[in-house]
């Protein structure tokens, strides 16, 4: 468990200046455009390209830019907002790397009124039962296994890489 952990935050370092986002734009809205995960050679994307998509993202008022679709695997760039709701997966696992911002996690306990959103494998709901709370701030990481509810509330700035991957 800890080489996959080890091996989760090495990604997440490698692709850190890569970004977030499920692909989706706001709201499940249309998929974005993601380059295809390179097979023979390394990919990179400098820092100040990073902050020009999320500057990007918030004059179109969109909270998600897939930048690598890797099939079982992608990494995206996002923009987390305050009343975001809460989400489960069913197959896939979230890796999040706080870059800017603050924000308190939610995670764990039952997902309310949760309803299956169409094409992709979460249930998005109204809010969380039960859940644990943590504070998050830039640099740190969050491991969001499949079939775990997690939200954030007291969002304030957050920006964040986000690695989701199928574990089933």
Do not use: C
Not at 75 to 85: P, S
Not at 117 to 138: F, H, T, W
Not at 146 to 161: I, W
């Amino acid at each position: 468990m800890r080489t996959f952990f080890l091996g989760v935050i090495s990604a997440a370092a490698l692709f850190g200046v890569w970004g977030v986002a499920h692909g989706r734009g706001q709201a499940g809205g249309p998929a974005a455009q993601a380059a295809a995960a390179p097979k023979d050679k390394a990919a990179y994307f400098a820092t100040a390209d990073i902050h020009g998509i999320w500057k990007d993202l918030e004059a179109r008022q969109v909270i998600n830019k897939r930048v690598l679709e890797g099939g079982a695997y992608s990494i995206n760039i996002r923009i987390v907002k305050e009343g975001d709701a809460p989400l489960v997966h069913a197959s896939s696992a979230d890796v999040w790397v706080m870059m800017e911002g603050t924000a308190t996690a939610i995670t764990g306990g039952a997902l309310v009124d949760g309803k299956k959103r169409p094409n992709v494998d979460d249930e998005a709901g109204s809010a969380i039962r039960g859940g644990m709370e943590q504070a998050l701030k830039p640099g740190d990481v969050l491991y969001v296994p499949p079939g775990v509810p997690h939200g954030f509330k007291d969002v304030k700035g957050f920006r964040a890489y986000l690695i989701r991957f199928d574990t089933k």
